[in-house]
């Protein structure tokens, strides 16, 4: 379904639930952190951590976990920043991925990527040195857009993969996404070896066309592009 869920129109009790480790409530940090399950083998986002008791009630708004919530959307860094600056864009609507759009779902996305842009403009960036796009593997069964500085310069960039999935064909713009679900109808998953193909493409800098052995040599020759 592609209309608005409760949870979009009004924040209530019916719409939202506890959860808690033991003899643990949620606290500094957690605010707009994701609520997973083990789901057939799988872990599966459930719900955005939101407020809390005692410790948590004073950072339910902690600026360094939601950076922006609107009636649609919200706006987290993420956990694992591949950057300088790392958000994800997460509907409030249940929608697990790109796979299960629909051409009624164009709106949202023009929300989601406006959404991205007002966040680079909040923190004061410009929009030419960021990267606002979807995974075409995703990683994470919710749907978001990554809203990305181009800087690349983290200690959780640690992988092939995770420089080929944002700079390779497997990031699909924002806006090319959307016109792939104008035109389609649908969003289709890449064929395996094409995905096999994109991870393991070289790595070259996305800045000049410096080809690094490894990830070490990589990440050293990104400081370069910093200064």
């Known amino acids: 379904m592609c209309g608005k869920s409760k949870a979009e129109k009004t924040f209530s009790k019916k719409d939202n639930f506890c959860a808690k480790a033991e003899n643990s409530d949620s606290c500094k940090g957690d605010s707009g952190g994701p609520l997973v399950h083990e789901k057939d083998g799988q872990y599966v986002v459930y719900g955005i951590v939101s407020l809390g008791y005692g410790c948590g009630r004073k950072n339910a708004t902690d600026p360094q976990a939601i950076l922006i919530k609107s009636e649609l959307l919200t706006v987290i860094q993420d956990k694992y920043p591949k950057a300088k600056h ?7 609507q249940n929608i697990e991925s790109i796979f299960q759009l629909k051409r009624c779902h164009l709106s949202l996305l023009d929300e989601m990527e406006l959404m991205a842009k007002n966040t680079v403009e909040i923190i004061g960036g410009k929009l ?54 104008e035109n389609q109808g649908k969003i289709e998953r890449y064929p395996a070896h094409v995905v096999n193909t994109l991870l393991s493409q070289d790595l070259q800098c996305n800045k000049c066309s410096y080809i690094a052995e490894n990830m070490s040599n990589l990440k050293q020759h990104l400081l370069l592009h910093d200064k």
């Not at 790392?86 to 409030?92: M, S």
């Not at 919710?142 to 390779?168: A, E, G, P, Q, V």
């Open 86 to 92: 790392h958000y994800l864009i997460l509907p409030h």
């Open 128 to 181: 030419s040195d960021f990267k606002i796009g979807y995974h075409a593997q995703p990683s994470m069964k919710r749907l978001h857009l990554h809203t990305i500085s181009n800087d690349f310069i983290s200690s959780s960039l640690k992988t092939k993969k995770h420089w080929n999935s944002f700079n390779t064909d497997l990031f699909i713009p924002a806006r090319k996404l959307y016109d792939m679900l």
